[in-house]
C-alpha cells in the first residue's frame, strides 16, 4: 500500500508585476518554501513528526541547514531538482516509501520565468502512510506535467484545492497562468552589506536566536506564569531562571499599537539598499500576545497601516551581511 498526501498548502506573493504575481525585493525561494511550510495544516498531537523534506526547485545552498533550524525540528533535507520532472520524481519517492515510517515533507518553489504568465510562489505537502489522498490524484492535477518540462511547479490549480477542501491551505485559488519557459530563481548570493551602524549581529549569534527571529519562539515562566520575548534565560517578571518552557507565539492577529516612517537618512546603513529602492520603510509595534509587543518592518503594505490594524508576520529578507541575506519576520497586512 503506498502513502496518501493528508495535506497541502500554497503560497503566493502579493506583488503584481505584468499582470502576474511575483516574489517581492525581500522574498527569494527560501522565504517563500518557508511561507508554504508554514500554512501547512497541523498534524494530530499524538503522530510522529515528519523525518526527511524533499526540496523541488532552485534554493539557496544553505537550504539543508536553513530549512530544520526554521522549521524547529532535525529533519534531513534532500534537493531533488526543478521543474514539473522533479516533482513527479519527489511525488514518486513519497508514494514509494515504506509503510510504517514516519510522515514525509515536500516544498516545491517556483519563481517563474521571464515572460511567464504563472506567479512566483511555494507549494508544501505532507504525506501519511494512511491519509485519504492518493499521490496520483496529486500528479493528475498538474496538466501536462509528463510530457512539459517547463510546466511550473505551482500549476495545480483547481483540481487539487477541490479535492478535499478541509485539508488545502493558502494561496490554490491564485495559481493560474499557463507556463511559457522553464522556471529561472535567482540563485546569487547577495551584495556584500555596508559596514553596520547599528543592527550588526555576528552570525553565530544570529543563528543561535533564529528560534525568536525566524519561529517567534519565546519562554513561559513555570513560577508565574509570564511570557517573555525573546527569551532571556530569566524570567523578566520573577527573574527565575529554571522552569522556563519554550512557547511558540501566534504569527497571525497581532495588534499594531505604533507606527512610524523611516525615511532617507534615518535608517540604519544594513537597510541603505532598501531605502534607495523604496525610499523610506514603516515600522511598526505589534502586540503578539497579552505583555508581549514587538518591533518589526511592515511589508506588502498597499495603504498605511494604523493603530489597531490586525496584522500577520511572515519570514522575510532583512539585508545583506556577511555573505548572506539575514532574515526575520515582518508584519504584512491581514487583507
Known amino acids: 500500500m503506498g502513502r496518501a498526501i493528508d495535506a497541502a498548502a ?3 506573493p502579493r506583488k503584481r508585476a505584468d499582470g502576474r504575481r511575483v516574489a517581492a525585493a525581500d522574498e527569494d525561494a527560501f522565504t517563500l518554501a518557508a511561507t508554504a511550510l508554514e500554512r501547512l495544516p ?34 534531513s533535507v534532500d534537493r531533488v531538482g526543478a ?6 520524481r519527489a511525488l514518486a519517492s513519497i508514494d514509494g516509501a515504506a509503510e510504517g515510517d514516519p510522515p514525509l515533507l515536500l516544498v516545491a518553489v517556483d519563481l517563474g520565468s521571464r515572460g511567464s504568465a504563472g506567479p512566483d510562489g511555494a507549494v508544501a505537502l505532507r504525506s501519511t502512510p494512511n ?4 499521490t496520483g490524484t496529486v500528479l493528475e492535477a498538474i496538466p501536462n506535467a509528463g510530457t512539459l518540462s517547463a510546466e511550473p511547479l505551482l500549476r495545480f490549480g483547481a483540481p487539487l484545492a477541490l479535492a478535499d477542501p478541509a485539508r488545502w491551505a493558502g494561496d490554490f485559488t491564485e495559481v493560474t497562468g499557463d507556463a511559457s519557459g522553464p522556471s529561472s530563481p535567482e540563485s546569487a548570493l547577495p551584495p556584500d552589506g555596508p559596514v553596520s551602524q547599528g543592527a550588526y549581529i555576528p552570525r553565530p ?13 519565546g519562554e513561559r515562566c513555570g513560577s508565574c506564569e509570564t511570557v517573555g520575548f525573546p527569551p532571556r534565560g530569566r524570567c523578566r517578571n520573577c527573574g527565575a531562571t529554571d522552569g522556563l518552557a519554550s512557547l511558540r507565539l501566534p504569527r497571525d492577529g497581532g495588534v499594531v499599537v505604533a507606527t512610524t516612517t523611516i525615511g532617507p537618512g534615518g535608517q540604519p546603513t544594513e ?15 505589534v502586540d503578539l ?3 508581549v509587543r514587538v518591533t518589526m518592518q511592515a511589508t506588502d503594505v498597499a495603504s498605511p497601516l494604523a493603530v489597531g490594524d490586525h496584522v500577520g508576520t511572515r519570514l522575510r529578507r532583512l539585508y545583506p551581511m556577511e555573505g548572506a541575506w539575514r532574515y526575520g519576520r515582518k508584519a504584512v497586512p491581514l487583507t
Open 289 to 291: 500576545a497579552p505583555g
Open 83 to 88: 521543474g514539473a520532472p522533479a516533482l513527479r
Open 131 to 134: 491519509g485519504d489522498l492518493a
Open 42 to 75: 497541523v498534524g494530530a498531537a499524538s503522530a510522529p513528526g515528519p523525518n526527511r523534506l524533499l526540496v523541488v526547485g532552485d534554493l539557496p545552498g544553505s537550504v539543508e541547514e536553513d530549512l530544520p533550524r526554521f522549521l524547529g525540528t532535525p529533519i
Open 10 to 12: 500554497a503560497y503566493v
Open 205 to 217: 549569534r544570529y543563528l543561535e536566536s533564529a528560534a525568536a527571529r525566524w519561529r517567534l519562539e
Open 271 to 285: 537597510f541603505d539598499a532598501q531605502v534607495v529602492e523604496s525610499g523610506h520603510y514603516t515600522v511598526v509595534l
